[in-house]
């Protein structure tokens, strides 16, 4: 299985495009890291690859059929900031339970506490909360993850936490990464191969 961006355009402001011409393939089976500056586009390319930005010219596709955008979408985006993606009047059991209730083996994988269920988004570290969003993320209907520096806020023990166990699950479900990062060391230990931004995006 397949998800591919194709031919993708995109512009915020007229005639000055962000995104142009961009294809990307990403197979069901490795990581595919996308290196490239802060600021270059690369979130862009995360949010219309996810389905949160819509008026953008091009093809998404997974195994050759268009995504449906009126259900869940099965390329899932984690962001870099958790905590902006959280319902902040939500304590935590709710905020996981939005997307679906994971096993109690998963979420002990993913190093969440019971203790944590209770509490508000606010009362939690960037990393508690980061591991929350990757559980929300690994829905059973996620064909596709698309990581958009998720673990750039985070301690160094956290992030090789973060990355062997997300890796892990989604090898043995079938589910691709798109890792996004403008770190070239963690993207040579993570990805399968890694692509240059700047050589996809010809603007």
């Given at each position: 299985?397949?998800?591919?961006?194709?031919?993708?355009?995109?512009?915020y402001?007229?005639?000055?495009?962000?995104?142009?011409?961009?294809?990307?393939?990403?197979?069901?089976?490795?990581?595919?890291?996308?290196?490239?500056?802060?600021?270059?586009?690369?979130?862009?390319?995360?949010?219309?690859?996810?389905?949160?930005?819509?008026?953008?010219?091009?093809?998404?596709?997974?195994?050759?059929e268009?995504?449906?955008?009126?259900?869940?979408?099965?390329?899932?985006l984690?962001?870099?900031?958790?905590?902006?993606?959280?319902?902040?009047k939500?304590?935590?059991?709710?905020?996981?339970?939005?997307?679906w209730?994971?096993?109690?083996?998963?979420k002990?994988?993913?190093?969440?506490?019971e203790?944590?269920?209770?509490?508000?988004?606010?009362?939690?570290?960037?990393?508690?909360?980061?591991?929350?969003s990757?559980?929300?993320?690994?829905?059973?209907?996620?064909?596709?993850i698309?990581?958009?520096?998720i673990?750039?806020m985070l301690?160094?023990?956290?992030?090789?936490?973060?990355?062997?166990?997300l890796?892990?699950?989604?090898?043995?479900?079938?589910?691709?990464?798109?890792?996004?990062?403008?770190?070239?060391?963690?993207?040579?230990?993570?990805?399968?191969?890694?692509?240059?931004?700047?050589?996809i995006?010809?603007?």
């Amino acid at each position: 299985m397949y998800l591919n961006a194709n031919n993708i355009s995109f512009s915020y402001r007229k005639n000055k495009p962000i995104l142009k011409n961009i294809s990307i393939s990403i197979p069901d089976n490795k990581v595919i890291g996308l290196m490239g500056d802060s600021g270059s586009g690369k979130s862009t390319l995360c949010k219309v690859i996810s389905g949160y930005l819509n008026n953008y010219t091009g093809t998404i596709t997974i195994d050759n059929e268009l995504i449906d955008k009126t259900g869940y979408c099965p390329a899932q985006l984690i962001f870099q900031h958790p905590e902006k993606t959280m319902n902040p009047k939500w304590k935590m059991h709710k905020v996981l339970s939005e997307s679906w209730n994971p096993p109690q083996e998963l979420k002990d994988t993913f190093g969440l506490k019971e203790g944590w269920m209770n509490r508000w988004p606010s009362e939690l570290s960037g990393g508690e909360l980061q591991r929350f969003s990757i559980l929300r993320a690994l829905n059973p209907n996620t064909k596709f993850i698309i990581a958009d520096e998720i673990s750039t806020m985070l301690d160094t023990v956290t992030q090789v936490q973060i990355w062997d166990s997300l890796i892990d699950y989604c090898k043995k479900n079938k589910i691709g990464i798109l890792a996004v990062s403008h770190d070239k060391e963690l993207l040579e230990v993570i990805a399968d191969n890694i692509v240059l931004f700047n050589d996809i995006n010809k603007l």
